[in-house]
T-cell receptor, first 115, second 114 residues
Framework: ETGVTQSPTHLIKTRGQQVTLRCSSQ?????VSWYQQALGQGPQFIFQ???????GRGNFPPRFSGLQFPNYSSELNVNALELDDSALYLC??????????????FGQGTRLTVV | TQLLEQSPQFLSIQEGENLTVYCNSS?????LQWYRQEPGEGPVLLVT?????EVKKLKRLTFQFGDARKDSSLHITAAQPGDTGLYLC??????????????FGTGTKLQVIP
C-alpha cells in the first residue's frame, strides 16, 4: 500500500456538470500529480502541484483545474463535463525535484463516468 | 507524438513461458520506472533504473536501461498467472525543465494463462 488515498472511488456524472476529486498524498511527499487514464491506455499527465502552486501542466483545457492544500492534499476539479472525460483519474505523490528520481506513488484512482 | 513507445501492446502467453517487453524513445531520460497496474487499481512501482546499461533483478523480473538511456526492457522468466496486468514504463525526459513531468508509455497488457 502506497499511503496515497483518493476519493471517491467511483463517480457517475451528467454531461455539463462539475466534479471534484480528492487526493491525500503519502506522508512526507509535497508534490502531487494528477493523471487521466482512458481504458487500455497509459496515464496522461494533467498537472502537478508543488507547495500549493501548479508546477507543470499537460495538454488539458482550462476546465481542468486543481488545488493543493497546506497539508499537501489535493483536489482536481473538472467543469462542464464531457463524455470523453470518462476515465480513471489517478493521483500520484512524490518527493520533489530529486535529480535522477521521478518515482511516483499512486492512489487507487477514481473511476469517473460521464453520461 | 508519443514519447515512450512500448511493444508489444498485447501479449497472451502460457504459464511458464518467458517474455520481454520493450520501452523505446528518441529522448534521453534521466531515470525510468516500470509499473504494473491491475484493473481498477493505480499503477504500482516495480523498479527505477538510473544509470545507462544498468540491470536490476526483482525475483523473476529483469529490468535493463539502455546505454544511451533512451530505452529499457523488462524480461519475465517463467511467467505466472499473478504476473497478469498492464505494464507501464515511465520517465522524465531530460528536456522537461525544472519540474517532474513524468511521461508514461503506451502500456503492454500481459495475460498469463494457467
Amino acid at each position: 500500500e502506497t499511503g496515497v488515498t483518493q476519493s471517491p472511488t467511483h463517480l457517475i456524472k451528467t454531461r455539463g456538470q462539475q466534479v471534484t476529486l480528492r487526493c491525500s498524498s503519502q506522508s512526507g511527499h509535497n508534490t502531487v500529480s494528477w493523471y487521466q487514464q482512458a481504458l487500455g491506455q497509459g496515464p496522461q499527465f494533467i498537472f502537478q502541484y508543488y507547495r500549493e502552486e501548479e508546477n507543470g501542466r499537460g495538454n488539458f483545457p482550462p476546465r481542468f483545474s486543481g488545488l493543493q492544500f497546506p497539508n499537501y492534499s489535493s483536489e482536481l476539479n473538472v467543469n462542464a463535463l464531457e463524455l470523453d472525460d470518462s476515465a480513471l483519474y489517478l493521483c500520484a505523490s512524490s518527493l520533489p525535484h530529486l535529480i535522477g528520481s521521478t518515482e511516483a506513488f499512486f492512489g487507487q484512482g477514481t473511476r469517473l463516468t460521464v453520461v | 507524438t508519443q514519447l515512450l513507445e512500448q511493444s508489444p501492446q498485447f501479449l497472451s502467453i502460457q504459464e511458464g513461458e518467458n517474455l520481454t517487453v520493450y520501452c523505446n524513445s528518441s529522448s534521453v531520460f534521466s531515470s525510468l520506472q516500470w509499473y504494473r497496474q491491475e484493473p481498477g487499481e493505480g499503477p504500482v512501482l516495480l523498479v527505477t533504473v538510473v544509470t545507462g546499461g544498468e540491470v536490476k533483478k526483482l525475483k523473476r523480473l529483469t529490468f535493463q536501461f539502455g546505454d544511451a538511456r533512451k530505452d529499457s526492457s523488462l524480461h519475465i522468466t517463467a511467467a505466472q498467472p499473478g504476473d497478469t496486468g498492464l505494464y507501464l514504463c515511465a520517465g522524465r525526459p531530460r528536456r522537461s525543465g525544472g519540474y517532474q513531468k513524468v511521461t508514461f508509455g503506451t502500456g503492454t497488457k500481459l495475460q498469463v494463462i494457467p
